[in-house]
């Protein structure tokens, strides 16, 4: 610059020059009229997955929860059917008492109080077993509420499902001093999660050690009933009876208390997770750690044939215990086949009062 030079001093803003060069050769939005670019559905939208397809995939069982029952046909007509029955045999009872009556008035009598004591009886079975459906069905209500209440951040929601679950083990000895924690520290935790992971710690683990011991000696009475069995009937007898005594002492344990129709559903339900799950388990271990590992060709025939049976009756056991535990696994570890296979083989044994 010289001092002829009539321009005055000026400002430049060289990032701005810069960041209009740069927007000059930049192109403009404009709408995708590519026919390679395909918009993926929802069903195949990995964000819009539900939590149980995820969990599938992850390799970890959804909540089991037992199946809700609503009307059919096959329902109706098993009603139809025994209201008629019912009628049937009420007109031939009847029959009876009069025909005592005209023989002999003692007998009429005595039919009579037999009759009226049967239907006592009759009331009360149902009215038990009423009960105990509900309350199976009350212990998956509050397996719901814990998982929704772990799954969001409502504490209130959670305190709420908590004290639910205090309410329903109350009875167990086994939990009094998790209990008495929870009371003391219920107002202290204000995190939902927190909340439930806390309650399953204190009280669902002296319960699930309980369990386990459940499972393991079920298990082993099973390999060794059928490892010295000679007969392929009753091993397949007895292991029917082991699986309905587990699956009722499961039940009982975590409160369940089923009666007759109960354990029928529950049977059902156990099975039908057991095959919900069933391709979680074989990967767990029974392939890999029974056949993969060589521990069946160590062994004799039946005694491998015991250990097999043993491992299929602890997979019924853990399967009950994901329908019958009244919350779902959070923060302690699920057990899986391979937690018992060193239990039902020979070597080292493990503590079962450790979880």
Not at 70 to 98: E, H, N, P, T, Y
Not at 249 to 266: C, D, Q, T, V
Not at 288 to 310: D, T, W
Not at 312 to 340: E, N, S, V
Request: some cysteine; hydrophobic content about 50%; charged content about 25%.
């Amino acid at each position: 610059m010289t001092p002829n030079d009539p321009r005055k001093p000026a400002v430049f803003d060289i990032e701005e020059e810069e960041r209009e060069a740069n927007n000059a050769g930049r192109r403009r939005p404009r709408h995708f009229d590519d026919p390679d670019v395909r918009m993926t559905p929802d069903e195949e939208d990995p964000f819009l997955r539900d939590a149980e397809t995820i969990a599938a995939e992850a390799g970890e069982p959804p909540v089991a929860t037992m199946k809700k029952r609503g009307f059919s046909f096959s329902k109706l007509a098993a009603a139809a059917f025994g209201i008629v029955l019912s009628l049937a045999i009420g007109l031939w009872i009847d029959d009876l008492v009069r025909s005592l009556f005209a023989r002999a008035p003692w007998l009429g009598w005595l039919a009579l109080g037999a009759v009226i004591v049967g239907v006592l009886a009759a009331i009360v079975v149902a009215a038990r077993e009423a009960i105990a459906i509900l309350r199976l069905g009350a212990i998956q209500t509050i397996k719901l509420r814990l998982a929704e209440a772990h799954a969001g951040r409502d504490a209130e929601a959670a305190r709420k499902a908590v004290g639910e679950l205090a309410t329903l083990v109350a009875g167990k000895a086994e939990t009094a001093r998790g209990r008495k924690r929870l009371g003391e520290l219920d107002e202290t935790i204000v995190d939902a999660p927190q909340l439930v992971e806390f309650a399953e710690r204190e009280m669902m683990a002296p319960l699930d050690i309980k369990a386990r011991a459940l499972i393991l000696n079920a298990s082993k009475r099973v390999s060794v009933v059928t490892a010295i069995s000679p007969r392929a009937a009753v091993d397949i007898l007895y292991v029917f009876y082991e699986s309905i005594r587990l699956i009722r002492n499961m039940a009982e344990l975590y409160g369940g208390r089923p009666g007759s129709i109960g354990l029928f559903r529950l049977i059902r339900d156990v099975l039908a997770h057991l095959a919900v799950t069933g391709s979680i388990a074989v990967g767990d271990s029974l392939v890999q750690q029974v056949l993969g590992h060589g521990l069946a060709s160590k062994l004799s025939a039946r005694f491998g044939e015991g250990m097999i049976n043993g491992l299929m009756t602890a997979r019924i056991g853990i399967a009950a215990m994901d329908l019958c535990r009244p919350m779902p696994f959070t923060a302690l570890k699920r057990p899986g086949i391979g937690d018992f296979i060193n239990d039902l083989g020979p070597g080292e044994k493990r503590d079962l009062s450790k979880p």
